[in-house]
């Protein structure tokens, strides 16, 4: 039987590599056997995630880059030129919203979540895909939002815009490219616990009781919980996937506004 998710003489890329979802992707896209760029610019964080991919028997690269500069990715894809191999996938997580009220927030503050959220993704999309339409084949994955399909109130206007775009921009590089062999995809994920959201329910105790009541699974996700989709995306299993914005989200989006999850229905309809 074919070996689908047999990865072992493929290349990836991964951005936002140093922690959270992206180690986890770099950790199973390594796991079943490609060889992984890592990217992010937390040089500390990469370098622990390299050291813990290497022991896997598999080629790792530590490219430090700053994902929100142009000039940046520029340089990086020249230093990927210079390997002389053909990108295979290439997982685009990293990238940084800001929180404000739809009547307070910036434009500065605007444009600075669209740079790094849907610009400079773009760009990244741009560069992997060039390069991947030359040999005819190759996959990406954005990493989307609940945001990308809903709205999440809470100051998140400047996030959810771009999340938005992301899924778009997904639905037409997917439109133009795929008939050349190359696929585009959106995770879509809800909240994944990782530092930044352990240290706003610290401040907040009611907000994790707040995001699990819309999760049907009755729990918060994990970094670990994207590993299985991105092995998918990543291999030839998933070769008529393309175009889509994948929810990974304990149910989230299923349940509509009105429902009530599993573990809270102690009472009657």
Known sequence: MEKFFNLEGKLSIVTGA????????????????SDVIIV?????GLLNTEIELKKLGIEV??????????????????????????????????????????????IDELKAV???????RFYMCQQSGKRMLKHGKGSILNIGSLASTTALGRGHIAYSIAMGGVSQMTKELSTEWSSRGVRVNTVAPAQVLNDS???????DPELGKFFLDGIPAG???????????????ASDASSWITGATIPLDGGNIAMNSGGTPGHMNNQND
Not at 18 to 33: D, H, M, N, V
Not at 219 to 233: E, F, H, Q, S
């Open 114 to 120: 669209l740079n790094n959220l849907v610009i400079c």
């Open 40 to 44: 992010d610019r937390n040089e500390k």
């Open 197 to 203: 959201l352990k240290e706003r329910m610290e401040k």
């Open 61 to 106: 690269l530590n490219f430090k880059t700053d994902l929100s500069s142009l000039e940046d990715i520029d340089n990086l894809f020249e230093r990927v030129d210079l390997l002389k191999r053909n990108i295979d996938f290439l997982a685009n997580v990293a990238g940084e919203g800001i929180l404000g009220k739809p009547e307070n927030i910036s």
């Open 219 to 233: 729990r918060l996700g994990k970094p670990n919980d994207i590993k299985g989709i991105a092995v998918l995306l």
């Open 18 to 33: 140093a922690s959270g979802l992206g180690k986890a992707i770099a950790t199973g896209l390594a796991e079943c056997g």
